[in-house]
């Protein structure tokens, strides 16, 4: 995947763009935190190490004699999987209790919006092999594929765009995050069968256990955020 420039550079833009957006989330929002700039590195790490590891999990058996494979193999559940693991502990090592998912639900549709357009110039995450139809897109060789990254795009774009909104009207304070990983993950089940990846048996796959994976997540920290919410709620404004 990083062979290709185009890929790269989104990539690079998509890290880049997210760390001006969350920057401007909370300095719009108070005096600057320096700690919530360890909260963000501890993200990228997170999600790097968690990208590889569901990569290697889902499929690295399939590619274990192609070096530059697994070297370069990652996946997008893996790394919110990883990415928000990895939050959650730097936030409670570093005894942060602020909410950073709002930020967090505009910034990572973002990247990874930015990083399907780098999947397209790519000709990487392709779809099965279709019937040619007026949607479908033809890969290198010329076959019909459903349009996997095109779609996934769309997803995040849409998400994006209705966190913006979010965040304009007061919604969901707290939760957009959540929603997101838990929304992401039923798009992603959904999804993996339009993908041409590996399967772990029949048309289950190891990005399927990855997405139920990150669905439950995502309820988790939607309750456990509710949980916390619920005592500020009760007390009355004077």
Same mark, same amino acid.
């Given at each position: #995947?990083?062979?290709?420039?185009?890929?790269?550079?989104?990539?690079?833009?998509?890290?880049?763009?997210?760390?001006?957006?969350?920057?401007?989330?909370?300095? =719009?929002?108070?005096?600057?935190?320096?700690?919530?700039?360890? +909260? /963000?590195?501890?993200?990228?790490?997170?999600?790097?190490?968690?990208?590889?590891?569901?990569?290697?999990?889902?499929?690295?058996? %399939?590619?274990?004699?192609?070096? #530059?494979?697994?070297?370069?193999?990652?996946? +997008?559940?893996?790394?919110?999987?990883?990415?928000?693991?990895?939050?959650?502990?730097?936030?409670?090592?570093?005894?942060?209790?602020?909410?950073?998912?709002?930020?967090?639900?505009?910034?990572?549709?973002?990247?990874?919006?930015?990083?399907?357009?780098?999947?397209?110039? *790519?000709?990487?995450?392709?779809?099965?092999?279709?019937?040619?139809?007026?949607?479908t897109v033809a890969d290198a060789h010329g076959h019909a594929r459903v349009p996997s990254a095109q779609l996934e795009m769309a997803f995040n774009l849409a998400f994006l765009a209705w966190s913006l909104a979010? *965040? $304009?009207?007061?919604?969901?304070?707290? =939760?957009?995050?959540?929603? !997101?990983?838990?929304? !992401?993950?039923? /798009?992603?089940? +959904? %999804?993996?069968?339009?993908?041409? @990846? %590996?399967?772990?048996? @029949?048309?289950?796959?190891?990005? %399927?256990?990855?997405?139920?994976?990150?669905?439950?997540?995502?309820?988790?920290?939607?309750?456990? $955020?509710?949980?916390? #919410?619920?005592? #500020?709620?009760?007390?009355?404004?004077?």
């Amino acid at each position: #995947m990083f062979g290709n420039p185009a890929y790269a550079l989104l990539s690079i833009a998509a890290i880049v763009l997210s760390a001006i957006v969350w920057d401007r989330f909370f300095t =719009q929002r108070g005096p600057r935190d320096a700690r919530l700039v360890l +909260v /963000f590195l501890a993200a990228l790490f997170g999600a790097f190490l968690g990208a590889k590891l569901a990569f290697l999990a889902a499929e690295g058996w %399939h590619w274990r004699s192609d070096w #530059m494979a697994l070297a370069s193999g990652r996946s +997008v559940t893996g790394a919110l999987i990883g990415g928000t693991l990895a939050v959650e502990f730097a936030k409670w090592r570093l005894g942060i209790a602020t909410a950073t998912g709002d930020a967090f639900a505009i910034t990572v549709p973002l990247s990874i919006a930015l990083g399907r357009i780098g999947c397209i110039a *790519a000709g990487c995450c392709q779809g099965v092999e279709c019937e040619p139809s007026w949607w479908t897109v033809a890969d290198a060789h010329g076959h019909a594929r459903v349009p996997s990254a095109q779609l996934e795009m769309a997803f995040n774009l849409a998400f994006l765009a209705w966190s913006l909104a979010a *965040a $304009r009207f007061g919604w969901c304070v707290a =939760q957009r995050f959540n929603i !997101y990983l838990a929304s !992401y993950g039923v /798009f992603r089940f +959904v %999804h993996e069968y339009w993908r041409d @990846d %590996h399967r772990w048996i @029949d048309s289950f796959g190891g990005y %399927h256990a990855a997405a139920l994976g990150l669905i439950a997540l995502g309820a988790w920290m939607w309750l456990r $955020r509710r949980a916390l #919410m619920r005592p #500020m709620e009760a007390v009355p404004t004077p």
